[in-house]
């Protein structure tokens, strides 16, 4: 594990050094617009009052709650395939890819290190966002604490598999942008962040599925905000597809570094 | 010993290296040497595992890198003077000991050796400084204490001294020469063909990705018809002594500015200017131009180039 350590410290001086206070601002500012936003929209769109279909099918009439815990998963889905996904092509453009390849570290501690920061800084993130969500009357309720530990876990897999994927499609392409914003989007629209995927037509539900962080999404709505508990069969298949992308991302990894190097040559 | 038999290499139609048959000894600095685009990158990018050969076979101190990659890359380094291959956000201390738990060093050996190496590399007043704020010339130096980290067995040098200021890279040609002394298989491309000639006891020169020839740089000069020319001029140079001097080998040329040159694989030195001598004729200056390894180089890479045209 030396590898991952050491590769969570590089990030760590890294961010630091390249935003020794502006990273830390614009996370404050994230926090208190997600929840300052969603809270103006309420009532403004809506005088203050949920619709018995959100209701429904939310399974909670606290809005901003819902909001405040589908925009904490969002910015942990961001932040962990910026992080872990972009971290070869950051190489390549650093030129420093050839030097890391031709190490023996493998790839699996490397990419953990940097999930291991990126779910740690989004962490204190997330603590702005809900101390923010906490001043409007949020109170973030989990159905236990085993539940939110196993549906956080889940979540962090589903990212980890995605990110691995992605990793190999951005240092292939050599673009990082059309790779990482266009799933952003579809996520956004697909996985249930910031509105109940019953609104959906049925395909779009159904490609929703093909995504690890939607099953996962899930789990964290049952347990953060349905007040429905775990629900193992949906954490079963997060799991699965999670397992199932990294799988595939690191079988694949050699082959794209291969394009990568081949690419500049 | 590093091996490659019949080594090829595709990039779609192009063929970039093409059946090349090399053999990089322990205790050895081999050369290899080309034009640009004659596939010395991608040969290396190949043994340093970055690239994987078309066909052909390459092995590593008896390791295949197709098959064993993370053997083949404990025992290999790779310095490319193109390329930066350090952290620009981090010291150069920090650079080190990130590359030393690449390559999974225990911290005992560690510390020691990063002390050692920015020693080597000169750098030892700015291990604390961030690379963004060193000099070309300073994190190419960094670059190489890098690929030194893991004390490999077989170190493959791109273009190392590309950049460096002559004190430097003269320091580095010391260290690399030290490591084959050490046993160590050192495989170098440069366009620094003094370089070359004074480190390699082998070279292999490649055109196209094709082998054009190997042999040490005096073997490589004698191949290709590269010998000493030597240069009288004469102050007064008259038909006479002009016809003795092309009578006395068919090699003699005429120069400008009363010249008469000569380039012969024998040193006929005193034997042409004793018959211009006695021709009559009076010496006004002597020069001596040894062959060179560059002359060699061009010489081989004109003849590549009329085969394909």
């Given at each position: 594990m030396s590898v991952a350590w050491a590769t969570l410290r590089r990030s760590w001086l890294v961010t630091?050094?390249?935003?020794?206070?502006?990273?830390?601002?614009?996370?404050?500012?994230?926090?208190?617009?997600?929840?300052?936003?969603?809270?103006?929209?309420?009532?403004?769109?809506?005088?203050?009052e949920i619709s018995a279909e959100f209701r429904g099918k939310a399974g909670t009439g606290d809005y901003l709650g819902y909001i405040a815990v589908g925009a904490a998963a969002y910015m942990f889905v961001v932040h962990g395939i910026l992080w872990t996904g972009k971290a070869m092509i950051q190489e390549q453009r650093e030129g420093t890819m050839g030097a890391l390849i031709v190490a023996p570290a493998r790839r699996l501690p490397y990419l953990l290190g940097f999930s291991a920061f990126?779910?740690?800084?989004?962490?204190?993130?997330?603590?702005v966002l809900f101390g923010c969500a906490a001043l409007f009357g949020v109170r973030l309720a989990p159905t236990g604490a085993a539940d939110a530990v196993l549906a956080v876990a889940g979540l962090a897999l589903a990212v980890f598999g995605m990110s691995a994927v992605l990793s190999n499609v951005m240092i292939v392409a050599g673009e990082a942008h059309i790779a990482q914003n266009s799933v952003f989007h579809a996520i956004a629209l697909l996985s249930g962040f910031t509105f109940p995927r019953e609104y959906l037509p049925e395909a779009f539900r159904w490609l929703g599925e093909?995504?690890?962080?939607?099953?996962?999404?899930?789990?964290?709505?049952?347990?953060?905000?349905?007040?429905?508990?775990?629900?193992?069969?949906?954490?079963?298949?997060?799991?699965?597809?999670?397992?199932?992308?990294?799988?595939?991302?690191?079988l694949a990894m050699p082959w794209a570094e291969r394009r990568a190097m081949e690419r500049s040559y | 010993m590093i091996e490659t038999v019949n080594l090829r290499k595709e990039f779609g139609a192009k063929v970039a290296v093409d059946g090349l048959n090399l053999s990089i000894p322990s205790g050895r600095v081999t050369g290899l040497l080309g034009l640009n685009g004659a596939g010395k990158t991608t040969t290396i990018k190949i043994l340093a595992t970055l690239l994987r050969q078309t066909s052909g076979t390459v092995s590593v101190g008896g390791l295949d890198p197709v098959k064993q990659p993370h053997a083949v890359r404990k025992r290999i380094n790779l310095i490319a003077g193109g390329e930066r291959m350090v952290y620009a956000r981090m010291t150069g201390r920090?650079?080190?000991?990130?590359?030393?738990?690449?390559?999974?060093?225990?911290?005992?050996?560690?510390?020691?050796?990063?002390?050692?190496?920015?020693?080597?590399?000169?750098?030892?007043?700015?291990a604390g400084t961030r690379v963004e704020q060193y000099s070309r010339g300073m994190t190419q130096r960094l670059s190489i204490a890098r690929g030194l980290i893991n004390d490999p067995d077989y170190l493959l040098l791109d273009e190392p001294t590309l950049g460096l200021d002559a004190p430097i890279a003269r320091d580095l040609r010391k260290v690399v020469a030290g490591l084959a002394e050490q046993g160590k298989g050192v495989l170098l491309t440069s366009h620094y063909l003094a370089e070359v000639e004074q480190l390699c006891e082998h070279v292999y020169v490649i055109g196209d990705g094709r082998h054009l020839a190997a042999g040490s740089p005096a073997e490589l000069m004698a191949q290709t018809g590269c010998h000493r020319t030597v240069r009288i001029t004469v102050t007064n140079l008259s038909p006479q002594i002009e016809a003795a001097a092309l009578a006395f080998d068919s090699r003699v040329r005429l120069a400008p500015g009363g010249v008469v040159e000569l380039n012969h694989p024998d040193d006929l030195t005193g034997a042409l200017t004793t018959t211009i001598i006695e021709s009559g004729g009076a010496l006004g200056g002597l020069e001596i131009v040894e062959p060179s390894l560059e002359d060699a180089i061009l010489a081989l890479s004109d003849r590549s180039l009329e085969v394909i045209a």
């Amino acid at each position: 594990m030396s590898v991952a350590w050491a590769t969570l410290r590089r990030s760590w001086l890294v961010t630091r050094r390249a935003y020794p206070w502006s990273y830390f601002i614009g996370t404050l500012l994230l926090g208190v617009f997600t929840i300052g936003l969603a809270y103006l929209g309420l009532r403004a769109v809506a005088g203050g009052e949920i619709s018995a279909e959100f209701r429904g099918k939310a399974g909670t009439g606290d809005y901003l709650g819902y909001i405040a815990v589908g925009a904490a998963a969002y910015m942990f889905v961001v932040h962990g395939i910026l992080w872990t996904g972009k971290a070869m092509i950051q190489e390549q453009r650093e030129g420093t890819m050839g030097a890391l390849i031709v190490a023996p570290a493998r790839r699996l501690p490397y990419l953990l290190g940097f999930s291991a920061f990126a779910f740690t800084a989004v962490a204190v993130e997330v603590a702005v966002l809900f101390g923010c969500a906490a001043l409007f009357g949020v109170r973030l309720a989990p159905t236990g604490a085993a539940d939110a530990v196993l549906a956080v876990a889940g979540l962090a897999l589903a990212v980890f598999g995605m990110s691995a994927v992605l990793s190999n499609v951005m240092i292939v392409a050599g673009e990082a942008h059309i790779a990482q914003n266009s799933v952003f989007h579809a996520i956004a629209l697909l996985s249930g962040f910031t509105f109940p995927r019953e609104y959906l037509p049925e395909a779009f539900r159904w490609l929703g599925e093909a995504v690890p962080v939607t099953a996962a999404m899930d789990v964290i709505r049952g347990v953060f905000t349905g007040g429905t508990g775990l629900d193992p069969g949906r954490l079963a298949v997060a799991v699965a597809l999670g397992l199932a992308y990294t799988a595939a991302g690191f079988l694949a990894m050699p082959w794209a570094e291969r394009r990568a190097m081949e690419r500049s040559y | 010993m590093i091996e490659t038999v019949n080594l090829r290499k595709e990039f779609g139609a192009k063929v970039a290296v093409d059946g090349l048959n090399l053999s990089i000894p322990s205790g050895r600095v081999t050369g290899l040497l080309g034009l640009n685009g004659a596939g010395k990158t991608t040969t290396i990018k190949i043994l340093a595992t970055l690239l994987r050969q078309t066909s052909g076979t390459v092995s590593v101190g008896g390791l295949d890198p197709v098959k064993q990659p993370h053997a083949v890359r404990k025992r290999i380094n790779l310095i490319a003077g193109g390329e930066r291959m350090v952290y620009a956000r981090m010291t150069g201390r920090e650079n080190l000991w990130y590359f030393g738990q690449l390559y999974d060093i225990p911290t005992k050996v560690l510390k020691p050796r990063i002390g050692q190496l920015l020693e080597l590399v000169g750098l030892t007043h700015a291990a604390g400084t961030r690379v963004e704020q060193y000099s070309r010339g300073m994190t190419q130096r960094l670059s190489i204490a890098r690929g030194l980290i893991n004390d490999p067995d077989y170190l493959l040098l791109d273009e190392p001294t590309l950049g460096l200021d002559a004190p430097i890279a003269r320091d580095l040609r010391k260290v690399v020469a030290g490591l084959a002394e050490q046993g160590k298989g050192v495989l170098l491309t440069s366009h620094y063909l003094a370089e070359v000639e004074q480190l390699c006891e082998h070279v292999y020169v490649i055109g196209d990705g094709r082998h054009l020839a190997a042999g040490s740089p005096a073997e490589l000069m004698a191949q290709t018809g590269c010998h000493r020319t030597v240069r009288i001029t004469v102050t007064n140079l008259s038909p006479q002594i002009e016809a003795a001097a092309l009578a006395f080998d068919s090699r003699v040329r005429l120069a400008p500015g009363g010249v008469v040159e000569l380039n012969h694989p024998d040193d006929l030195t005193g034997a042409l200017t004793t018959t211009i001598i006695e021709s009559g004729g009076a010496l006004g200056g002597l020069e001596i131009v040894e062959p060179s390894l560059e002359d060699a180089i061009l010489a081989l890479s004109d003849r590549s180039l009329e085969v394909i045209a």
